[in-house]
Nanobody, 118 residues
Framework: QVQLAESGGGLVQAGGSLRLSCAASGRTFSRDAMGWFRQAPGKEREFVARISWSGGFTYYADSVLGRFTISRDNAKNTVYLQMNSLKPEDTVVYYC???????????WGQGTQVTVSS
């Protein structure tokens, strides 16, 4: 069974940092692009960041550019999201995803809650 398991969420004060991890099991994603998305209650899921299979290409949403960094360790089948200078508006559930085909991101984790207090 393929699973993506996020961890590292929690409560942090504005201006603080968190590092999210997403560990994959059941298959290797070392040849697949990976990404992070987030979703607030009642709103559509939005893109945060993505990384190519090699880690050589990254892309970010404007709202997190310069504050968040996506990285991966293919040997550990894990992708990370380092979040710095957190803002209260970053308070949402964060999901990792894997893109195993050109059809888009087709594997999703269960999400981890990030709460930023002002």
């Amino acid at each position: 069974q393929v699973q993506l398991a996020e961890s590292g969420g929690g409560l942090v004060q504005a201006g603080g940092s968190l590092r999210l991890s997403c560990a994959a099991s059941g298959r290797t994603f070392s040849r697949d692009a990976m990404g992070w998305f987030r979703q607030a209650p009642g709103k559509e899921r939005e893109f945060v960041a993505r990384i190519s299979w090699s880690g050589g290409f990254t892309y970010y949403a404007d709202s997190v550019l310069g504050r968040f960094t996506i990285s991966r360790d293919n040997a550990k089948n894990t992708v990370y999201l380092q979040m710095n200078s957190l803002k209260p508006e970053d308070t949402v559930v964060y999901y990792c995803a894997a893109r195993s085909s050109s059809a888009g991101f087709d594997y999703w984790g269960q999400g981890t809650q990030v709460t930023v207090s002002s």
